[in-house]
């Protein structure tokens, strides 16, 4: 999603929970390291919800998920009002070009780097150049300012009951449930996550001259019709919903919608499920990231494994048993042993 900082005005932490942001942005873009991003990021989470104002960085390290290092980075913007490592970064011509670059959606820290080993450093440079980039970037490209607008609640919601009467053409029954951070209950979201599930034509109706167990096998859990989600990408082009298409599979669609002459043009995210699949679908397709990362964890130590097609027992030998079966998200909970947490408990 754009936005790369949260939302931490009015927190007691804010400038703590900033320069941990802007450490993790740094690890993710520039130093290509993932695990030591996500370490800043669990931190500044950790901090977004604790009730006090951090005191020390010793105070810091108590809490779950802040450790030695960053109690460290603590204790020097608490002394000095900065950390001498973001001077040197922000500073450094390098680190600002990759992360201009990587403004662009499609445009990844490896992609970042790879166009600045060819002279690349600057958004102007990359419109003047639109040939090392692919379809997505230079989409990307295109609506770069307008991607990097929050979305207000309500334009999501007008854009809901759009899809929902769009969708009303279509001969099966399909049901569409937003998540994301929208689902989490926030003022603001980065992009749109629609969930869409249709009854896979897989179960009962063998039109098909496979037999369906062996598709099944072969083929994992899809749909017989291949080519239901390019005809609703369709339809809700007809309808001027969707306006580009970033990439586009049997059960994915990445692409852009506007609600309207007057709005931005925005990011939409599509997922196509079975309704098996649809409670573990909307639960990782919720988020937040963390909490998924989290929440897999407690379920691998409980003996689960979890992602977001199913939830599956590991045995013994380490193996992944079959999917069990799940009638809400509340089910994927209780197996693992975890309390249950609304959406809106899971913004961490
Ligand atoms: N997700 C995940 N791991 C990822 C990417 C996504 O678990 N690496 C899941 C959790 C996210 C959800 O998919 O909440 C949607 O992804 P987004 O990037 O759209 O994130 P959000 O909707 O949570 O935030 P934003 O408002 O920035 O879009
Ligand atoms: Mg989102
Ligand atoms: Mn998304």
Redesign the pocket.
């Known amino acids: ?3 790369k900082f949260p939302h931490t005005e009015g927190n007691l932490n804010s400038d703590l929970i900033s320069f941990l942001m802007e450490l993790a942005e740094y690890e993710n873009i520039v130093g290509r390291n993932v695990f030591k991003s996500n370490a800043y990021k669990t931190a500044a989470s950790v901090l977004a919800s604790h009730p006090k104002r951090i005191a020390s960085g010793e105070e810091a390290a108590k809490l779950k998920g802040i450790g030695k290092k960053i109690a460290l980075k603590i204790d020097e913007f608490l002394a000095t009002g900065k950390l001498e490592k973001l001077e040197k970064i922000r500073g450094d011509e390098t680190s600002t070009a990759l992360k201009e670059l990587a403004r662009v959606s499609g445009v990844g820290p490896t992609k970042a780097r790879q166009l600045y080993d060819e002279g690349i450093t600057t958004i102007e440079q990359l419109r003047g150049n639109p040939e090392k980039l692919t379809h997505h970037q230079r989409i990307g490209l295109k609506y770069l300012e307008e991607f990097e607008q929050s979305i207000p609640r309500a334009e999501i919601e007008a854009l809901e009951g759009a899809l929902r009467r769009s969708l009303s053409a279509l001969p099966e029954p399909i049901t569409l449930t937003i ?4 689902r ?1 209950g ?1 003022e ?4 749109i ?1 629609v969930l869409l599930c249709v009854k896979s034509s897989l179960d009962g109706n063998a039109t098909s001259t496979e037999d369906p167990k062996t598709a099944k096998e072969k083929h994992g859990k899809k749909f017989e019709d291949k080519n239901l989600l390019s005809r609703i990408v369709n339809l809700l082009e007809q309808d001027k919903i969707v306006t580009d298409t970033l990439s586009l599979g049997d059960t994915k669609f990445m692409g852009v919608c506007r609600l309207s002459d007057d709005t931005p043009h925005r990011r939409l ?1 599509i997922r196509l499920l079975s309704p098996d699949q649809f409670h573990c679908g909307v639960l ?6 963390l909490f ?2 989290e929440m897999r964890s407690v379920a691998l130590s409980a003996g689960f494994t979890l992602n977001e097609y199913s939830i599956r027992p590991v045995g013994s030998t380490g193996v992944a048993g079959e999917p069990l079966p799940v009638t809400c998200e509340r089910d994927i909970f209780d197996y693992i042993g975890m309390d249950y947490k609304e959406p809106h408990e899971r913004n961490m």
Do not use: E, I, L, Q
């Open positions: 999603s754009p936005r998540c994301g951070s929208y989490r926030k603001t979201s980065g992009d996550d995210d990782y397709f919720t988020g937040s990231g998924n990362k």
